[in-house]
Structures are given as C-alpha cells and as structure tokens.
C-alpha cells in the first residue's frame, strides 16, 4: 500500500515517461492503416493521446490504493491534460525542432 507522497511521485514519474514516448522512436504503436490517417505527425498526436488516457487510469488506481479517492468533474480532465501536453514539451521538441532526422 503506497501512501499519497509516494502514490504522487509515482504518477508525475510516469507522466514523464508517458507524455515523451510518442515522440522518441519512430513508431511506437505501429497500429496497422496508420500511414494512412494523414502523416506521422497526426499518429504521434493520437499516440500521445491514448498514453494520456492511459496515465489517467493508472494515476486513478494509485490515487484510490493512497486512499485520495475523490469525486471528479471536467476540472481534472482539463488540468491534467494541459500537464500532461507541457511535460510533452521535451520530446516534441526533440522530435520536430532539434533532431535532424530526416523525416518521412
């Protein structure tokens, strides 16, 4: 049973690693008919996406294990994705302004 220091830094350290996943390696979830969707741009966006809802899962379980449970409204969904999208900000920026990568 974790308690609610640990259940948080729990889940910033894995917002960390969650929000810059999409961005490092060429294909992370390599879904079939994705070259078709309108570029890699557009992939890693619903790549970075799913792991959002992904971390908001997991932060949810370990929030009820430190026993922090409570009731939630859009307030949190629209705070945690705007943290979520500035913990980003290294991979995309790794990703599209500093790497020079040729892209495809």
């Keep these: 049973m974790m308690n609610s220091?640990?259940?948080?830094?729990?889940?910033?350290?894995?917002?960390?690693v969650m929000a810059n996943l999409p961005f490092v390696p060429q294909r992370w979830l390599a879904l079939p008919g994705t070259q078709k969707l309108g570029g890699p741009a557009l992939v890693h966006l619903i790549e970075w996406f799913l792991l959002y809802l992904l971390w908001m899962g997991i932060a949810t379980v370990l929030d009820g294990q430190a026993g922090l449970t409570a009731p939630t409204g859009w307030q949190i969904w629209s705070i945690s994705i705007a943290f979520f999208a500035v913990l980003a900000f290294p991979g995309i920026t790794y990703r599209y302004l500093w790497s020079k990568k040729p892209r495809p």
């Design 5 to 16: 220091k640990q259940a948080a830094l729990s889940c910033l350290a894995l917002a960390a």
